[in-house]
Nanobody, 123 residues
Framework: QVQLVESGGGLVQTGGCLRISCSDSGRTFSSDNLGWFRQAPGKERDVVALISRSGEMTHYADSVKGRFTISIDSAKKVLYLQMNCLRPEDTAVYHC????????????????WGQGTQVTVSS
């Protein structure tokens, strides 16, 4: 059973950094494809970054390229999202997702989700 739990969110000023994590307490990260998505108030959930379990494939939304880095520690069963140079428009609830198709940014194709962690960037 997959049990994804995010942590590390919080309040940060514009230009600041945060690293959020997603752990899988239910099993070893056996999913081949994982990702981070985010949902701002009143908006749809959008893809932020995707990664293959081996780490050889990564994909980023245009809005975060060059600022965010997705990584995975399969031994520790933890998925990370390092967020640098944060902007107010990055404010959202960030969710990790697992077991989606390779490089797919469609949230409907991921069956397993964490509950989310709030990231708030003040101006």
């Amino acid at each position: 059973q997959v049990q994804l739990v995010e942590s590390g969110g919080g309040l940060v000023q514009t230009g600041g950094c945060l690293r959020i994590s997603c752990s899988d307490s239910g099993r070893t990260f056996s999913s081949d494809n994982l990702g981070w998505f985010r949902q701002a108030p009143g908006k749809e959930r959008d893809v932020v970054a995707l990664i293959s379990r081996s780490g050889e494939m990564t994909h980023y939304a245009d809005s975060v390229k060059g600022r965010f880095t997705i990584s995975i520690d399969s031994a520790k069963k933890v998925l990370y999202l390092q967020m640098n140079c944060l902007r107010p428009e990055d404010t959202a609830v960030y969710h990790c997702a697992a077991d989606g198709p390779r490089a797919s940014g469609q949230d409907s194709r991921y069956p397993n989700w964490g509950q989310g962690t709030q990231v708030t960037v003040s101006s």
